[in-house]
């Protein structure tokens, strides 16, 4: 069974500053999907960003980035330029790949803090 | 908002109580799931459907009922519930194919409480 493990319950950075965090599975599979959602408090879980395990290249989008070690089975999430709007839970999960119903394995997550 | 919505937004009630949480996708979507997320813990899977059949079941109490009349509408009916029970329940949708990426959808939740 895949596993995800996100060992910072909280993180605080300053606003504009940038912040890196941590996310690590495990699985048999050599073709999964990877992401991370965030959780603003009392609104919706939408996602941030998506790896493809076959894709070297990193993921981008805007201030978002990743940084992908397959090999260590590591999925790191960069928030650069800091901003309020930025607080909340981020969670990060495992997909399998093929097309079917097939549910997320979550990690704990890691409560983000925006320091003004 | 996302194109998935939820009722109620939250919920109270006694442990002999029946109840039922609803959720609509406006997404097109083929696939539906449930999860519990509680306090400390990651975001439990409970049920998938995909094409309105359950693929999944993952050893969930049967005082949890699923429902999935059609591909837009996902029902998860509640009785004799414990206070452990207590969570917040998302609903998800995803669309299925391999150019999906099995990327899913979620709606905002039902807080439950079982007194």
């Known amino acids: 069974a895949q596993t995800v493990t996100q060992s910072q319950p909280e993180m605080s950075v300053q606003e504009a500053e940038t912040v890196t965090l941590s996310c690590t599975y495990d699985t048999s599979e050599s073709d999964y999907y990877l992401f991370w959602y965030k959780q603003p408090p009392s609104r919706q879980m939408i996602l941030v960003i998506r790896q493809e395990a076959y894709k070297q290249q990193n993921a981008t989008e805007n201030r978002f980035s990743v940084n992908f070690q397959k090999a260590a089975k590591s999925f790191s999430l960069k928030i650069s330029d800091s901003q309020l709007g930025d607080a909340a839970m981020y969670f990060c999960a495992y997909g399998v790949s093929g097309g079917g119903a097939d549910g997320l394995t979550f990690g704990k997550g890691t409560h983000l803090i925006i320091q003004p | 908002e996302t194109g998935v919505t939820q009722t109620p937004r939250h919920l109270v009630m006694g442990m002999t109580n029946k109840k039922s949480l609803k959720c609509e996708q406006h997404?097109?979507?083929?696939?539906m799931y449930w999860y519990k997320q509680s306090a400390k813990k990651p975001l439990e899977l409970m049920f998938v459907y995909s094409l309105e059949e359950r693929v999944e079941n993952n050893s969930v109490p049967s005082r949890f009922s699923p429902e999935c009349p059609n591909s837009s509408h996902l029902f998860l009916h509640l009785h004799t519930l414990q206070p452990e029970d207590s969570a917040l329940y998302l609903c998800?949708?995803?669309?299925?194919?391999?150019?999906?990426?099995?990327?899913?959808?979620f709606g905002p939740g039902t807080r439950l409480t079982v007194l």
């Open positions: 997404l097109g979507h083929n696939a």
């Open positions: 998800a949708s995803s669309p299925l194919g391999r150019s999906s990426y099995n990327e899913q959808f």
